[in-house]
Nanobody, 117 residues
Framework: QVQVVESGGGLVQPGGSLRLSCVASGSIGRFSQMDLGWFRQAPGKERELVATITKIGATHSLDSVKGRFSISRDNNKNTVYLQMNSLKPEDTAVYYC?????????WGQGTQVTVSS
């Protein structure tokens, strides 16, 4: 059984920082061979892909988060991270991780990020 668990969200003031973690467990195959991404979904909006990291470590992010968000991975821990700095109210959303190419993993419950003063 494959399980994806995101954590690290919370309520933060504008300009603050959070570090999200996502752990995949179960019969997932080789985590190190997966191209992974962080997605987010704000109320009333479609889910969007925020940042990606390929199996060789190449990263990419949305223009709206460039310079503020950083994605990384630890294959030994089957974990992908999203460091979020200089947070803005428009970053408020539920954040999820998953594969962004090929077959997706089961979606986790996500972690809520709320940016508000």
């Amino acid at each position: 059984q494959v399980q994806v668990v995101e954590s690290g969200g919370g309520l933060v003031q504008p300009g603050g920082s959070l570090r999200l973690s996502c752990v995949a467990s179960g019969s997932i195959g080789r985590f190190s061979q997966m191209d992974l991404g962080w997605f987010r979904q704000a109320p009333g909006k479609e889910r969007e892909l925020v940042a990606t990291i390929t199996k060789i470590g190449a990263t990419h992010s949305l223009d709206s988060v460039k310079g503020r968000f950083s994605i990384s991975r630890d294959n030994n821990k089957n974990t992908v991270y999203l460091q979020m700095n200089s947070l803005k109210p428009e970053d408020t959303a539920v954040y999820y991780c998953n594969v962004f190419t090929g077959s997706t993993l089961p979606w986790g419950q996500g972690t809520q990020v709320t940016v508000s003063s």
